[in-house]
């Protein structure tokens, strides 16, 4: 495999509204220090790919509005590289703007598309299996999706129905899909968990580039035709001007509705790498290490009085006394402050709402 | 009665400790609105007492670090009427510093001394007691204690035991106290309540001039002669230097201690005037209206969920959403947050230890 080919896209223009108020519109989870790690979660997703490929190949998408995080947060990496949409359209659009432009320069470019608000405990792991699926996808015109390893019945992930029976002849850790799932109920997620053959669907995907140009051409030809009218301005001054023309006329459609709905030949990479979305407080609250009383502490300086089994986020440096608390989101950030049940967090919605 | 007679001495060196993170030393809680109402204590303090007296009849002591907020707070205050203490001394010295000097000037002066960390909801009424207590202290060398009709068993207030049985001839709502108390315990407060002759001791003393520097000098006669040693300098260029020099050599010792644990022509007159000392989160929680839930939320922007009997305090401009708590304070204020059952309330200090 040639990782001169090897490109990643970035996807980074979520809004992390079941993460308020850490995050919010104004500055998304993506670009916060989620883990109180030093590092924020782009960050992160920027440095685990450091070893898929070279920098040079490595591409962010993102609104507009965020543009200067990015270059604050990434100032070594290739501005040119951070392609801007000038509004929100979910992922097929901003995957077909990556793709259509890496295809221009290079047509045997080998394709990861990332989130950058997911996190990942096990990066070797992570690495070798992206590896993996990226010379299966080197050879082949498939789509690899990564599957994880269910280790509970969740009901805040999609998931990837598998046919287990036989793997690839070219690569043994690949199968081919069955299905997509959308979200399950409680005792759905617990079948599902008692099959073995269903994954959680991280939302990573892999292909080579020919092969998701065209299946964005054949399954959702408008949105193939407005990036053939850009494709002239790729790399040119007139770029953004054109972007900020015709990406609001795309469909406002994620890629698996766009096309791993529509497409047969789709395989999964079930793995195991300390995988979760960060999607709500309460996966932050599972993949973070706990004090002997479960609480989560992330901050420079929170101190726990007879409290179990809370989440205390801070982002700016506070004093924080938490007393006689037990399962509750303890979570402030800038002039907003949040109190309220773990079990409650699918509500952080309406509470945030104005 | 000559109400250019009449001096009034706010105490306001305080540093409310109990009201963490609200209050601090850095800003205490006279320094801050901490109704919510757009005044802060000490100006609500001098908004009693200006039907009382004239303005530069009011005289404010308070610790030099905080003369800043004093001037921030009082604009038209006469600064020569703000007394600066270089260290805390408690308050005989306080009281020492401040009738000395009113002495110098006025000898017939008729003085009300007050902490202005109280709130007070009936106006009028104070100022009527206020005014029918200095009638009697001009005629007489009474010391003359505002005893809050008690209206439950509060553990956190002194006692003030009184002889209901005569009242004065010259003023029939004036009596004689024949005790202090401390603060009782739960059984011993629910004792004094029944008996109807123990009242709140609001630490609001009302005497003329020469009946309190003539206590002073009997009985605590180093205190008595370091402000002697000042006296010639008051009202000159090297006020402050001597008071710098010499107020740190007072005896730390309240006025309790100092006075009228000795002294025995006491009196005290029982009012009602919707008098707290805002002690604690707890009575403030009390003394402010609270919603259907029972909550009490001071703060622009506060959401309750679910909540019951809690108390919500912000000072600054947030937005804050709690859920799902009972009883319970949410206090939060520059970089400092406290989650804490209001049952636990005077662990505060130690919370608030660095």
Known sequence: MNPKNNHVVIMAGGIGSRFWPMSSPKLPKQFIDALGCGRTLIQL???????????ENIWIVTLADYAEYVKEQLPD?????????PCRRSTAPCIAYACWKIKAKNPRANVVVTPCDHIVMDVPEFQRVVNSALSFTEK??????????????ETGYGYIEADLSMACPSNTEIYRVYAFKEKPNKATAER????????????????NVSTIVNAL???QPALGSLFERMLPYFY??????MVNELFPLCENISVDYAIMENVDEIYVLPASFGWSDLGTWGSLYENLQKDPQGNVCVGPNIKMYESRNCVVHTTQERKVVVQGLDGYIV??????????RMEEEQRIKEFSAE
Not at 45 to 55: A, G, Q, S, Y
Not at 331 to 340: F, G, P, S
């Open 236 to 241: 040119t001054d007139k770029e953004q001007e």
């Open 140 to 153: 082949s015109d498939a789509i690899v999706t990564l599957g994880m390893k269910a280790t509970r019945p």
């Open 217 to 219: 051409r054949v399954y």
């Open 192 to 207: 599902y968990l008692r099959r073995k053959n269903y994954f959680w669907n991280a939302g990573i995907f892999v292909w």
């Open 331 to 340: 979570a402030e950030k800038d002039d907003t402050l949040l109190v309220c």
């Open 45 to 55: 997703t920027v440095d685990r790919f450091k070893e898929i490929c070279p920098l």
């Open 77 to 85: 990496f290739p501005q040119e590289h951070v392609l801007l949409e």
